[in-house]
Nanobody
Framework: VQLQASGGGLVQAGGSLRLSCAAS????????MAWYRQAPGKQREFIAR???????VYQNSVKDRFTISRDNSKNTMYLQMNSLKPEDTAVYSC????????????WGQGTLVTVSS
């Protein structure tokens, strides 16, 4: 399964964006899918993950502003980002794996989100 992230862009602080992570084939067999981001000069950090059963975990800094979801019928995962802040500026990437635990073995090309103040 290949993943492709899209939906990034330039937005003012307080604005919203919705990112998509489209898979090349069915995501039904992907036990966990996740979003990560990497800001300039910083390490990649976990944002949120969602299991095939709908269990969700968020990083604390985005918990009340971002919403992760997945639509198996469209083979796509989403990240709705609201109340964006300049510190949310980063390249956002999606990841997936077929097992609940383990390493991420599928990564999508990132999409750049820039939040201006």
């Amino acid at each position: 399964v290949q993943l492709q992230a899209s939906g990034g862009g330039l937005v003012q602080a307080g604005g919203s964006l919705r990112l998509s992570c489209a898979a090349s084939e069915s995501i039904a067999g992907l036990a966990v899918m996740a979003w990560y981001r990497q800001a300039p000069g910083k390490q990649r950090e976990f944002i949120a993950r969602i299991t095939s059963g709908g269990s969700i975990v968020y990083q604390n800094s985005v918990k009340d502003r971002f919403t992760i979801s997945r639509d198996n019928s469209k083979n796509t995962m989403y990240l709705q980002m609201n109340s964006l802040k300049p510190e949310d500026t980063a390249v956002y990437s999606c990841a997936a794996r077929p097992t609940i635990s383990g390493t991420w073995d599928r990564w999508g090309q990132g999409t750049l989100v820039t939040v201006s103040s």
